[in-house]
């Protein structure tokens, strides 16, 4: 990673610089034109002056000068011109010449004003500011002959060429060109090529030296978040955290949340060793029992007592029952999306149960579920009740509002709730145990005896139940002092809805 980190940015800045610099080269270039451009008028601009003044054009000052002159007129000849271009033909080819107005430039007739007065003549209209004709590039051998082609010759030098209408001393129309040569230009141009091209590699390698440590520096946390989690991953002790880096980056928090995916994974792992453990212990008395039952019938036939082996093996299969659908719901198993009707399963199941156990209020209410789950759900439920009842244990069922508070975190989703209620008039429970008794292999009264008081299984598969039918179940205090556990599942949709409502709501609340 950061050998491609660097290589990326290197050639990102290569190509970045290379665009820059084809910017500033060509921004150089065309500041260097136009000063040359500007340099070629001025020139063309004295020199008109001067012919403007002199009697003759060939007297005019600007013509002693390496750089290509001339003053041609109207019909061609060349008047005077610098030592560069003695004997060259015009340059009217190269640039071209705009006619001179007819009777002189400046809106005066030619032969108007006073001559006598040089400075007048020079100021009376007669050179033509705005009469720069054009610009071109000229190539001037070492013989002085000039052409606008420079790959004529070998040797030959650019210039740009300005050209000037004005009149001569004596009211001759004359155009004046004046070259400024382009060797500094691209001289200047030629050099700073140079040394970005010399400077350009030493940049780049600094770019990617330094993309490198940075690189190496930054993910320098993530190796050690690495080898952190080989060395778990060996020593398979999940109780170590990987180092969490000072800085407040995205690293930082990778390494935060891979602790607490740690902290998850080993509270997973404590847990499936000690429900293994507790099954274990649990399992091992039925089967004890079991086996001193069948030594004694197989020593004894005549003390074999039928009943009490049943019973044990009741139980035992009661506990691989229990124990076989809890790896279930752990497994993530959902319930079928059937529509069931929960006030008649509480009439029936109240109905099976003698004693103390009777049927309160019961409202019509359907839920959407697996009818045998929510039948485990009421059977659990009822017999923790009656193990702990005095005298009676009451079931009702209610419908609540979905916008009902303290409904549940899906509240306000589906038609509403239906509210399963079981109490007893037992000694219920303190308030703080009664979380407690929805985890797995407890028993709050550990001087019971445990025919009596179960494996601790049932109300953790109630709530693992619930939980996956999209409900919520808590336990709190009865009326008449009491447990009273309340289960609240989402009502069922209109019929051919009801097992979208219901998937619904399960996606909606958390498990428990």
Known sequence: MRARTALGATVVVAVALAL????????LRGGLAD?????????AREVAVQVAVERSPKDAAGLDTDDPVQVVDADGTVLASSDALAGAPPMSGAARPVPAPPGGSGGEDAGSGDRGDDDDRADDGRVDDDAVLDRVSLAVDDEGEATSDPGEAEGRA???????????????????Y???SLAVQELAVTDTVRAMLAGLPALLVVVGAVTWLVTRHALRPVEGIRAEMAEITGSRDLSRRVPVPSSRDEVARLAVTTNGTLAALQESVERQRRFVADASHELRSPIASLRTQVEVAAAHPEL??????????VRLQHLAADLLLLARLDAGEEPRAARVDLTALAREETARRPGPVRAGELEEAVVAGSRGRLERVLGNLLDNAQRHARERVVVRVRTVPADTAGAGP?????PGW?????EDDGPGVPEGERERVFERFVRLDDARARDDGGAGLGLAIVREIVTRHGGTITLGRAPGGGALFTVRLPLAGPAGGGADRGGAARAAVPRG
């Not at 610099?21 to 060509?26: H, M, R, S, T």
């Not at 239906?418 to 079981?422: G, K, P, Y």
Request: zero cysteines; aromatic letters at 2%.
């Open 178 to 180: 004046a070259g400024s």
């Open 418 to 422: 239906a509210v399963l209620s079981v």
């Open 158 to 176: 650019d210039f740009t060429v300005a050209a000037l209408r004005a009149e001569a001393a004596d009211g001759t129309p004359v155009t004046v």
């Open 410 to 414: 899906a509240a306000g989703r589906g």
């Open 20 to 27: 820059a610099g084809l910017a500033v080269v060509e921004v």
């Open 304 to 313: 074999l007592e039928v009943g009490e082996l049943l019973e044990d093996v």
């Open 35 to 43: 000063n040359t451009r500007l340099v070629a008028e001025s020139r």
